[in-house]
């Protein structure tokens, strides 16, 4: 079975301004330019080689393989992107001060969306003009497949089913996989990883721009994690 590496994406110009983003499609700020190359040295100085490399369809998250790839010196490396893999859909609160939305929201209601399993956060109506329908990069998806907001459990379905669909094949194949994508994609990917039960995954932060190892059994049971630093 071949080994694993999540990464995500660097800080963002959002991130910075602490401001939830989701599918809004922001770019790294400076810092997460350099977080982005620090985790390609450390690719390199590890001496891992990377076989295939996946993004989400968001441009910090492709921005960082990039830089990781160009640092570890894999520029030539193949790149698929899909839109299973990106940042939970935030909805009604995508675009909003983080601090501003706990004050007028309240921490508990805050924190059930934010860092609980089943609770969406307030849903986009479908005519708000940052319903994923309107960009042009979704126009090849059905609409019914779009999400206007999401619990960390929706981000699981897809993000799980995308693990089997496209990723899990290449593990099989015995190759070194890297995955770029966000903050909650890749915790709804490490709970099922990890097995972490809903109520635990609450307390996984994953930081921005550190590689995360995964090394599995021939079943696809993880057998070893840990990060690089
Ligand atoms: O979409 C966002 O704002 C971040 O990528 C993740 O946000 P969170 O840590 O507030 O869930």
């Not at 939970?88 to 929201?105: I, M, S, T």
């Not at 593990?171 to 966000?182: E, M, N, P, Y």
Request: hydrophobic residues 40%.
């Amino acid at each position: 079975m071949g080994k694993l590496i999540l990464v995500r994406h660097g800080k963002s110009l959002w991130n910075v301004k602490n401001v939830f983003t989701g599918w809004t499609d922001i770019d790294l700020a400076a810092e997460g330019i350099e977080e982005a190359k620090n985790a390609g040295e450390l690719i390199k100085s590890n001496l891992i080689n990377i076989d295939i490399c996946f993004s989400s369809y968001l441009k910090r998250a492709i921005r960082t393989a990039w830089i990781l790839l160009d640092t570890a010196e894999m520029m030539h490396v193949d790149c698929r992107y899909s839109w299973k893999l990106n940042e939970r859909h935030y909805g009604d609160w995508q675009g909003k001060n983080k601090d501003e939305v706990l004050k007028a929201v309240g921490e508990e209601y805050f924190l059930s969306i934010r860092r609980g399993y089943d609770t969406a956060p307030p849903s986009l109506s479908t005519n708000d003009e940052r319903n994923p329908k309107f960009d042009p990069n979704y126009k090849a998806l059905d609409v019914s497949d779009l999400p206007l907001g999401e619990s960390l459990k929706d981000t699981s379905k897809r993000v799980v089913n995308y693990f089997f669909e496209a990723i899990a094949p290449e593990l099989a194949k015995d190759r070194t996989v890297l995955i770029s994508a966000h903050g909650n994609s890749l915790r709804a990917l490490i709970e099922y990883l990890e097995h972490i039960s809903s109520e635990e995954i609450a307390k996984v932060e994953v930081a921005t721009g550190v590689p995360h190892m995964y090394e599995f059994d021939g079943k696809l049971n993880v057998t070893s994690h840990y990060q690089l630093k």
